[in-house]
């Protein structure tokens, strides 16, 4: 690789001094550049560039990742549409683009899509990794002279004696856009320039002919991009610049229906290429429209792109010269491997005649015959391998599982034998069948799932779950809407990070109003304390959809969500997988109670108790030694058992369960939620206000499976208080549906587990039972002073391996509990009798070794 070009210059004029002058020169520099570029035949209408406000925001491109807001800019020709981020405040496509106190993007490449296809799946390209603020991003050419130029311009001296300029230039019948990024140093001291761009979010990209290629997160979406140097020397890494000398590079970027074809548009920048055509087809001419083409350079085979046929099994894209191998795979059918040598100038036809995909018809139903939501597991057995249907964010084959909005679908599949399980959440039953599926065949599953557990006045609610919106993930929102639905989740508030977002017309869309229903939210999220809340109005076309901004104060933020767009009596708020230590016990972290932030427990309606994790209510403890995300000895607290302690104290916030979902297959939704009451069963006639409500007075059910109910002989729910001077009876009743079980009901009086109230089916046998009621006794609880009570159910002997497969929810127990029931004994209200169940509260700055000396022999 040649050294990159370095130039020294005299003295620097102002941006605007300079104008004139840099785009006469940059129009000699580029001229054989941009007739290359321009090679193709002309078009009948010239390229655009114009800035967007209210009364435009239709002219704004979509897409899954579309992220353009009122403000912005588009570049758009005949062939393309862009959107390039507006010089605004907090202007960054989504939460997570980028971390950091400079983690702002104005001035960046945010949307790029074929026109007229509203497809785009690119976060973010961030030219020399580009972030923090700009000095301007403006219109230089709006097109009216055959090219559209847009220029952001970072100036030396907000940027530490660096000047930047990026510009996106546009002309008709490019299928992308021309990037050039002009780096000055304009101190008087050598400085280091980063070089290296930056793009968002793709799970599947590479490199091929020195051109980065990504596919869309989602392969079924057909969408691609590639960009490469097509001017300028290379460059990667960090480059040292003297005073006065400017490093100017430029490159395409490419988009089309697969990476091959946009890495073909790069490619044929930088010489000549051939073109590739061909279809897909079965035997009798049908067209296979969800193949994928893998094209390895044969003399470099680790290097590859893929293409997909188009809706006619058609594809078409360039290569630079050179021999490959083409191998179109699809699921259910054999791969086809052919040959494929290119001449620069040539064509090359490559048809690809595959076998009739085998697969399972489903064809799934209630008890009265309706198609409903559900989701599938593919087991391999006797030999066969487990299949891999796609991506694990998606719902139309993740992993090994699929999930459906509907109970009438097919699922291509290798031939093989399987073991097939079919659920709908924890209220239904299963259906389990083998077969055995042979090359080209098809075989049927059919059946009912009956809905054997009996939720009469409850609706299942999950709190907390995400799609791409949220920006730390790329699970499209139907697919989460799917999956919410698969695992039957009635009511689940719509709680994207950083922006306030609505689901509903998502589900309006996928036919699935009778089975779930939402209401428009956010997760405000920092470095600190997450919160959830709804209900609110998003404003489309602002910057996080009108959302407010998270402050390090808890309270505020608390505050902030309580009185946003006015304010609300039924609005919940909730802390997410909170820092019991930080937020109550230790603020500073300094190993010394604090309090935590002071008055932030009177602000709040809830936290989660449980998001995602194997129960630790019952540890008998406020931490362990664990494990971190790179397997190294750290402290975890125990959630769970510290709000036991904090209930002793007095804090009244409701716990909840939560799946805090961010895929599909893996941390998706299933097993943790909540059970609330409704005057109605009727997803469509949930009433978001009673249901906060409930919550809100923690009349709720915490489980990853049984369905636990409990009341006082008075009717007090959990949540409520009774009046009961001696103590009480509890009602208790647990439900499992045919592939969950218990084996442990305990109840907690003030936080710790009785052993006259522990009841296994070893030590009670006659009390459990094998049907779908698996317990069901009254107890009597003696008091002598005011108490809150908790029953718990487990299972633990069991897991949840047959709902959830080889998905990590399988390794949970069967575990459900409730909001406490409050008893005042002596009628002067309740009061909390300050127990810390044998242990300190917890503070920072344990360390590993304390802890294990702590809990030895525990």
């Given at each position: 690789?040649?050294?990159?070009?370095?130039?020294?210059?005299?003295?620097?004029?102002?941006?605007?001094?300079?104008?004139?002058?840099?785009?006469?020169?940059?129009?000699?520099?580029?001229?054989?550049?941009?007739?290359?570029?321009?090679?193709?035949?002309?078009?009948?209408?010239?390229?655009?560039?114009?800035?967007?406000?209210?009364?435009?925001?239709?002219?704004?491109?979509?897409?899954?990742?579309?992220?353009?807001?009122?403000?912005?800019?588009?570049?758009?020709?005949?062939?393309?549409?862009?959107?390039?981020?507006a010089n605004l405040p907090l202007r960054r496509a989504n939460m997570?683009?980028?971390?950091?106190?400079?983690?702002?993007?104005?001035?960046?490449?945010?949307?790029?899509?074929?026109?007229?296809?509203?497809?785009?799946?690119?976060?973010?390209?961030?030219?020399?990794?580009?972030?923090?603020?700009?000095?301007?991003?403006?219109?230089?050419?709006?097109?009216?002279?055959?090219?559209?130029?847009?220029?952001?311009?970072?100036?030396?001296?907000?940027?530490?004696?660096?000047?930047?300029?990026?510009?996106?230039?546009?002309?008709?019948?490019?299928?992308?856009?021309?990037?050039?990024?002009?780096?000055?140093?304009?101190?008087?001291?050598?400085?280091?320039?980063?070089?290296?761009?930056?793009?968002?979010?793709?799970?599947?990209?590479?490199?091929?002919?020195?051109?980065?290629?990504?596919?869309?997160?989602?392969?079924?979406?057909?969408?691609?991009?590639?960009?490469?140097?097509?001017?300028?020397?290379?460059?990667?890494?960090?480059?040292?610049?003297?005073?006065?000398?400017?490093?100017?590079?430029?490159?395409?970027?490419?988009?089309?229906?697969?990476?091959?074809?946009?890495?073909?548009?790069?490619?044929?920048?930088?010489?000549?290429?051939?073109?590739?055509?061909?279809?897909?087809?079965?035997?009798?001419?049908?067209?296979?429209?969800?193949?994928?083409?893998?094209?390895?350079?044969?003399?470099?085979?680790?290097?590859?792109?893929?293409?997909?046929?188009?809706?006619?099994?058609?594809?078409?894209?360039?290569?630079?010269?050179?021999?490959?191998?083409?191998?179109?795979?699809?699921?259910?059918?054999?791969?086809?491997?052919?040959?494929?040598?290119?001449?620069?100038?040539?064509?090359?036809?490559?048809?690809?005649?595959?076998?009739?995909?085998?697969?399972?018809?489903?064809?799934?139903?209630?008890?009265?015959?309706?198609?409903?939501?559900?989701?599938?597991?593919?087991?391999?057995?006797?030999?066969?391998?487990?299949?891999?249907?796609?991506?694990?964010?998606?719902?139309?084959?993740?992993?090994?599982?699929?999930?459906?909005?509907q109970g009438r679908f097919r699922v291509p599949l290798p031939p093989?034998?399987?073991?097939?399980?079919?659920?709908?959440?924890?209220?239904?039953?299963?259906?389990?069948?083998?077969?055995?599926?042979?090359?080209?065949?098809?075989?049927?599953?059919?059946?009912?799932?009956?809905?054997?557990?009996?939720?009469?006045?409850?609706?299942?609610?999950?709190?907390?779950?995400?799609?791409?919106?949220?920006?730390?993930?790329?699970?499209?929102?139907?697919?989460?809407?799917?999956?919410?639905?698969?695992?039957?989740?009635?009511?689940?508030?719509?709680?994207?990070?950083?922006?306030?977002?609505?689901?509903?017309?998502?589900i309006g869309k996928l036919g699935l109003g009778d089975f779930i229903?939402?209401?428009?939210?956010?997760?405000?999220?920092?470095?600190?304390?997450?919160?959830?809340?709804?209900?609110?109005?998003?404003?489309?076309?602002?910057?996080?959809?009108?959302?407010?901004?998270?402050?390090?104060?808890?309270?505020?933020?608390?505050?902030?969500?309580?009185?946003?767009?006015?304010?609300?009596?039924?609005?919940?708020?909730?802390?997410?997988?909170?820092?019991?230590?930080?937020?109550?016990?230790?603020?500073?972290?300094?190993?010394?109670?604090?309090?935590?932030?002071?008055?932030?427990?009177?602000?709040?309606?809830?936290?989660?108790?449980?998001?995602?994790?194997?129960?630790?209510?019952?540890?008998?403890?406020?931490?362990?030694?664990?494990?971190?995300?790179?397997?190294?000895?750290?402290?975890?607290?125990?959630?769970?058992?510290?709000?036991?302690?904090?209930?002793?104290?007095?804090?009244?916030?409701?716990?909840?369960?939560?799946?805090?979902?961010?895929?599909?297959?893996?941390?998706?939704?299933?097993?943790?939620?909540?059970?609330?009451?409704?005057?109605?069963?009727?997803?469509?006639?949930?009433?978001?206000?009673?249901?906060?409500?409930?919550?809100?007075?923690?009349?709720?059910?915490?489980?990853?499976?049984?369905?636990?109910?409990?009341?006082?002989?008075?009717?007090?729910?959990?949540?409520?208080?009774?009046?009961?001077?001696?103590?009480?009876?509890?009602?208790?009743?647990?439900?499992?549906?045919?592939?969950?079980?218990?084996?442990?009901?305990?109840?907690?009086?003030?936080?710790?587990?009785?052993?006259?109230?522990?009841?296994?089916?070893?030590?009670?046998?006659?009390?459990?039972?094998?049907?779908?009621?698996?317990?069901?006794?009254?107890?009597?609880?003696?008091?002598?002073?005011?108490?809150?009570?908790?029953?718990?159910?487990?299972?633990?002997?069991?897991?949840?391996?047959?709902?959830?497969?080889?998905?990590?929810?399988?390794?949970?127990?069967?575990?459900?509990?409730?909001?406490?029931?409050?008893?005042?004994?002596?009628?002067?209200?309740?009061?909390?009798?300050?127990?810390?169940?044998?242990?300190?509260?917890?503070?920072?700055?344990?360390?590993?070794?304390?802890?294990?000396?702590?809990?030895?022999?525990?």
């Amino acid at each position: 690789m040649k050294p990159p070009i370095v130039t020294r210059a005299g003295p620097w004029r102002s941006p605007e001094a300079k104008q004139g002058r840099q785009s006469r020169g940059r129009t000699a520099r580029f001229a054989a550049l941009l007739a290359l570029l321009a090679a193709s035949p002309a078009s009948s209408a010239a390229p655009e560039a114009f800035a967007t406000g209210p009364n435009n925001t239709g002219q704004l491109p979509r897409g899954k990742e579309a992220d353009g807001i009122a403000g912005d800019f588009v570049l758009r020709n005949n062939k393309v549409a862009a959107v390039i981020s507006a010089n605004l405040p907090l202007r960054r496509a989504n939460m997570s683009t980028f971390y950091g106190a400079t983690g702002i993007t104005p001035g960046c490449l945010y949307d790029l899509t074929l026109r007229g296809a509203n497809n785009d799946q690119l976060t973010i390209f961030s030219p020399a990794g580009q972030m923090g603020p700009v000095a301007h991003v403006r219109i230089v050419r709006d097109g009216s002279d055959g090219e559209a130029l847009i220029e952001t311009f970072v100036s030396a001296p907000g940027n530490n004696g660096l000047s930047k300029r990026h510009e996106y230039r546009l002309r008709d019948d490019w299928q992308g856009v021309l990037v050039t990024t002009t780096l000055r140093n304009e101190g008087e001291t050598p400085l280091k320039a980063a070089t290296d761009d930056r793009w968002a979010t793709f799970a599947l990209s590479g490199s091929i002919f020195g051109v980065t290629w990504a596919d869309a997160v989602d392969p079924a979406d057909k969408a691609g991009y590639a960009y490469g140097i097509v001017d300028g020397p290379p460059v990667s890494g960090t480059r040292d610049l003297k005073p006065g000398e400017t490093l100017s590079y430029s490159r395409f970027l490419a988009v089309g229906t697969s990476p091959a074809e946009a890495v073909g548009l790069v490619a044929a920048r930088r010489g000549k290429t051939g073109l590739v055509s061909g279809h897909v087809r079965e035997a009798d001419g049908a067209a296979v429209t969800t193949a994928a083409l893998t094209i390895r350079s044969a003399a470099n085979p680790d290097t590859r792109t893929i293409a997909y046929p188009d809706g006619q099994g058609r594809f078409t894209f360039h290569l630079p010269e050179g021999e490959y191998s083409v191998e179109a795979a699809d699921s259910g059918r054999a791969p086809v491997k052919r040959p494929l040598k290119l001449i620069a100038g040539g064509n090359a036809q490559v048809d690809v005649t595959m076998v009739r995909a085998a697969g399972v018809n489903l064809e799934i139903a209630d008890e009265q015959g309706r198609s409903i939501p559900c989701k599938v597991q593919f087991h391999g057995i006797e030999g066969t391998k487990s299949p891999h249907l796609g991506p694990q964010n998606r719902a139309h084959g993740c992993v090994d599982q699929y999930h459906s909005a509907q109970g009438r679908f097919r699922v291509p599949l290798p031939p093989g034998k399987y073991k097939v399980i079919v659920t709908r959440g924890i209220e239904y039953s299963h259906l389990q069948q083998t077969i055995d599926l042979r090359p080209e065949k098809a075989v049927q599953v059919k059946g009912v799932l009956h809905r054997l557990v009996d939720t009469t006045g409850w609706i299942s609610a999950d709190y907390h779950s995400h799609s791409t919106p949220s920006g730390d993930n790329t699970c499209g929102t139907d697919d989460r809407i799917i999956n919410l639905a698969a695992e039957h989740i009635e009511f689940a508030p719509t709680t994207e990070h950083n922006r306030l977002y609505d689901w509903r017309p998502n589900i309006g869309k996928l036919g699935l109003g009778d089975f779930i229903h939402t209401v428009p939210g956010i997760e405000l999220t920092g470095g600190g304390a997450h919160m959830n809340s709804f209900p609110f109005s998003p404003e489309p076309f602002k910057q996080d959809n009108g959302a407010p901004v998270w402050n390090p104060d808890s309270r505020i933020t608390a505050i902030t969500l309580r009185d946003w767009q006015g304010a609300e009596p039924d609005r919940w708020i909730q802390i997410n997988h909170p820092d019991m230590v930080a937020n109550f016990i230790d603020r500073n972290a300094d190993g010394e109670v604090d309090g935590g932030f002071r008055g932030l427990a009177e602000l709040i309606d809830g936290i989660e108790t449980q998001n995602y994790a194997t129960s630790e209510l019952l540890s008998g403890r406020p931490f362990r030694v664990g494990k971190n995300n790179v397997r190294q000895d750290v402290v975890l607290y125990h959630r769970e058992f510290i709000w036991l302690q904090m209930l002793n104290r007095g804090h009244r916030y409701a716990a909840m369960a939560v799946s805090d979902a961010h895929s599909v297959y893996g941390n998706g939704v299933g097993s943790w939620r909540m059970y609330m009451p409704s005057k109605s069963d009727h997803p469509p006639e949930i009433d978001w206000r009673e249901n906060s409500r409930h919550a809100k007075a923690g009349r709720s059910i915490l489980t990853s499976g049984p369905f636990l109910q409990v009341r006082t002989d008075d009717g007090t729910l959990p949540g409520g208080t009774t009046r009961a001077s001696g103590g009480v009876k509890l009602s208790v009743k647990v439900q499992c549906t045919d592939w969950i079980d218990i084996d442990r009901v305990q109840v907690l009086v003030n936080g710790r587990p009785r052993k006259e109230y522990n009841f296994t089916r070893q030590t009670h046998a006659d009390w459990f039972s094998n049907g779908i009621i698996k317990f069901e006794r009254t107890i009597a609880v003696p008091l002598s002073q005011d108490a809150h009570i908790i029953v718990v159910a487990v299972g633990e002997k069991f897991d949840l391996s047959t709902g959830y497969g080889t998905s990590p929810q399988s390794r949970l127990k069967p575990f459900a509990y409730h909001n406490p029931i409050f008893v005042d004994v002596d009628g002067s209200g309740f009061t909390p009798d300050g127990d810390l169940l044998d242990w300190p509260l917890p503070v920072k700055k344990l360390t590993v070794e304390e802890v294990r000396k702590l809990t030895a022999g525990l």
